[in-house]
């Protein structure tokens, strides 16, 4: 039980803009929210992650709504080696925490 | 930052043989240890974690069984492997700074 909704699948143009939302309602106080990627045949791939407010970094921003039941990661210029599942996940703190994933979204990136 | 060194990158292995799958982590000390399989067109499931050496916990009973010999050292086997083993198999490393996965090995089991 991944505890995370998205859609399966989203289609972007290159250079345009990309919001992927994720619904985490369930979450309690002091669950992250993390966003991997997976290329084709490749491991996953660490994005973002956050807990209240919005992040940046140089792959991506993360914005967590106010009452933290959802999150969208934004790519700001998607680019074709953008093309992925990514994999929006919550985990609670402490040191023996796992990551559990679902199925994620299948981001394509139209030339 | 962290390195996962994961071998081989593919492998064939006919049913009922053993299996021997190493992973080894570079650029932390004491890090949390996962086995993660994928089959074809599903998501990633977790198999097995280690907190340190020896200890392995399990969250499906399976086929499959996990080792810590060493700190940075996370070993995955099969006495005798059958047909649903089939997989790609990722092993990942936890540190204060996050997770980071191996490139994982895709096994066939014909």
């Known amino acids: 039980d991944a505890k995370t909704t998205q859609p399966n699948s989203m289609e972007s143009n290159e250079e345009e803009p990309v919001h992927l939302p994720c619904n985490h309602s369930?979450?309690?106080?002091?669950?992250?929210i993390h966003w991997y990627r997976q290329l084709p045949s490749q491991g996953p791939e660490y994005v973002i992650h956050g807990l209240t407010s919005n992040v940046n970094n140089r792959m991506a921003s993360l914005a967590i709504a106010e009452d933290r039941k959802s999150s969208t990661l934004i790519l700001h210029r998607a680019t074709l080696r953008d093309a992925a599942v990514y994999y929006c996940?919550?985990?609670?703190?402490?040191?023996?925490?796992?990551?559990?994933f679902g199925k994620g979204t299948l981001l394509t990136v139209n030339p | 930052s962290q390195t996962i060194h994961q071998w081989p990158a593919t492998l064939v292995q006919p049913v009922g043989s053993p299996l021997s799958l190493e992973c080894t982590v570079e650029g932390t000390s004491n890090p949390n240890l996962y086995w993660y399989r994928q089959a074809a067109g599903r998501g990633l499931q977790l198999l097995f974690y280690?907190?340190?050496?020896?200890?392995i916990s399990s969250e499906v009973p399976q086929n499959l069984s996990a080792s810590r010999p060493q700190d940075r050292q996370f070993i995955l086997s099969s006495k005798k492997l059958l047909l649903s083993d089939s997989g790609f198999y990722l092993c990942?490393?936890?540190?204060?700074?996050?997770?980071?996965f191996g490139s994982g090995t895709r096994l066939t089991v014909v």
């Open positions: 996940i919550r985990s609670s703190g402490g040191s023996n925490y796992k990551l559990t």
């Open positions: 990942a490393s936890r540190d204060n700074y996050g997770y980071t």
């Open positions: 369930t979450i309690s106080g002091t669950d992250y």
């Open positions: 280690s907190v340190g050496i020896g200890q």
